[in-house]
């Protein structure tokens, strides 16, 4: 599984229907809002930011990524309850930092979005528990082994949930 | 410098997003009501949500329903039967906590004491969840448009859930008392320490101001004071399930709260909560305090009375006879009337005969003066009447010595 540097010439750029774009990021909200009732250990998969990584590697526009990962963050911070702007800060960074990593390494096989996937998890949350903390003062904790568990999780749940979303690519 | 932004554009770009988030996130934390302007996208990631959130639980109700009562019906008779079973037990238990109920709801009376109660709800289903790990809160399927309003309780049989939070037309997020952000005045059952209970980063629930001049016990039942002016007073919280030493001189309590927060699926929110005076009117049948208690009190073993000829004439009957024992001597220190301070002593020897003939004894037992003095202090809440006139005795009781329920001596009117 190597992660090998690309020329420019040689990375696929892709592009998403605009349908495609809209009801998946809505479908990972209300999937991540709604399985918890069931499953509360699911909380800790984070369904939104796994597509925003998505969406990075794939279209590899640092604009776009960041953008993307903004409007994604900003909806899942309105199903909170805490203030607008901490998922959606934290997306931004991912998103953008995920494209960027697109455009120079091949992201195509599984076993480099397993590590971009657990290595952008620990920035997302790093990023959010600074904002928390800093900005809005919430009383949080950081645990590394909670957050390399909840990392290898998302890794693992990103390999099959990247397969499956290949599928609506198109090539721009 | 322009050369430079176009240089630098996606990174600048990043910098600008960031910046305004940051800068929207400050005002927010700054404002004191959020809720007024930020509210917008809010409902709009609600009102897409939501739908969805709904359907699947309509889909998923209806299958379980299907499953539940035409599918799975095995051991549904045997079932039916241990349900009768428990109905007569509990009709009996209901039957005693009735009594109870009564008779502390008249001491209540006689006090003048408020009580609050929970007058009207709305059952709700919950739908879906924050989906976050550090929020903890739910959505419900009730709204505006059900009466619901910011700051109502939100309950379940088996306590205290949390309170409404954002109220959408047809949905509502509920703030768990898990969540770090809430924060739920409660009191500790036995000791009634107060207190406010909040949750913590990783979700569990701590009592936190409690004084440590008196002890805590893990086990200890933990309930609402009704001091945050939302929860209605005495519904159960949770029990103490470690005590340490905190900051100062408060304890740190861990709670385990008895609703679990985890699988909610349908709760109550309390729409309408009432102040009332209890009157004794609504109290059933009256009855005097002294014979309450009287009732409650061991009684005393039976022995010889000192004058087995003249039980009950020892004890003055008549409205102007003098009191026994001076009022000064009285615990509550309330300004007796001769004739009020009278009626106790065979009130309450009344009361213990009628108990113990009620429980099967055929032939009354010779009743002893002497077996009022436990109970000098029982009067009190009598002596309080607004109208001692009315406490005198009935002529039967005076005339052929035999006590029986003194109904011409209640307090008559609202207490005071």
Redesign the interface.
Known sequence: MPITYTSNEQIEVYRFSLPVAIIIPLLALAIQAFVPRWLPFFNIVDLPFLVVVFFALARRSQITGLLTGAAIGLLQDSLTNYPLGLYGISNTVVGYGASSLGVKLDVENAGSRFLVTLFFYVVHEFTYFLIARGLVRLDLHWSWWHELGSALANALVAVALFAFLDRFKQRA | MENLITRY??VT??VA??FA??L???V??KRTS?NES?RL??V???D??SP??KG?VLVHMSLRDLWNNYVNLRGVRQENKQLKDQIQQLRIEQARLSEDATQAHRLQALLGFKEQFVSQTVAAQ??????????R???IDKGSRDGLKQDMAVITGDGVVGKV??VFSGTS?V?LIN???SGVGAILEKSRLQGVLRG???GDVVLEKVMSDEPVQPGDKVLTSGGDQIFPKGLPVGSVTRVAPGAELFYKIDVKPTADL???EEVLVVTEVKDREPSVADSGPPMRAADILAARLPTVPDKPATDPTKPLTAAPTTPGAQPTSPPASHPTGTAATPGAQNSAAPSSVSSTAQLKSANGSAEPKPVKPAVAQPNASVPAVILKSPKPANLTPSPASSSSGTQTAPAQEQPQGPPQ
């Open positions: 554009r996606n770009i990043l997003v960031l988030q940051v929207g996130l400050a927010q934390v959020e930020t996208i809010r709009w990631t609600n897409t949500i969805l959130e699947t919950v739908i879906g969840t924050s989906g976050s790990e550090q929020s809160s739910v959505y939070l954002r997020q703030l969540d770090q952000t913590t980063a990783n985890s699988r909610l």
